[in-house]
């Protein structure tokens, strides 16, 4: 008879008396944590997921600062062939403050390596600026050098001089 009126209890037939609540209480405790635990532990594909597309996003965005400020530089440099020296001026003014900002930038697109080989052209600014103001066909051979140098610094192995 005890085992036929425990099995009722088990199933929720009979009804619970104020001795089995803490007892009850205990096991929707642990059901419920045991619930939320694997709820919560579905977050986690999603969450990795997420940081990882983060990561690639962030890459693509640095490689496109660098290749916007190439560029920027190469528009540059063929303007001033061209004897287009006022908009050469603006291409260029746009490429040595943006080169300055990615370089002063926290989470820069350049590597330290990166950072410390394209700080030599950073102090060119001045001299091209001024040669494009005059309208000096030099500018055009100047920014023709800065563009290999700023190829090189960013990619070593591509435009290698002879």
Not at 43 to 63: C, H, I, K, Y
Not at 96 to 106: G, P
Request: net charge positive; aromatic share 8%.
């Amino acid at each position: 008879m005890q085992e036929a009126r425990d099995f009722r209890k088990a199933i929720g037939l009979e009804a619970v008396t104020d001795s089995d609540k803490p007892a009850l209480l205990k096991r929707i405790a642990l059901w419920g944590g045991l619930l939320f635990f694997i709820f919560t532990l579905g977050f986690v594909p999603p969450w990795l997921s997420g940081r990882e597309t983060l990561r690639q996003r962030d890459a693509a965005q640095a490689n496109l600062r660098r290749s916007q400020l190439q560029n920027r530089l190469a528009t540059a440099s063929i303007n001033a062939r061209r004897g287009e020296y006022e908009s050469a001026r603006g291409a260029a003014s746009d490429f040595f403050t943006d080169l300055r900002a990615e370089v002063d930038r926290q989470e820069s697109g350049f590597n330290w390596r990166q950072r410390e080989a394209v700080k030599p052209i950073l102090t060119e600014r001045d001299e091209v600026i001024t040669l494009l103001a005059r309208s000096d066909p030099a500018a055009g051979e100047r920014l023709t050098d800065l563009y290999i140098n700023y190829v090189q610094a960013i990619n070593p192995s591509a435009a290698k001089t002879p």
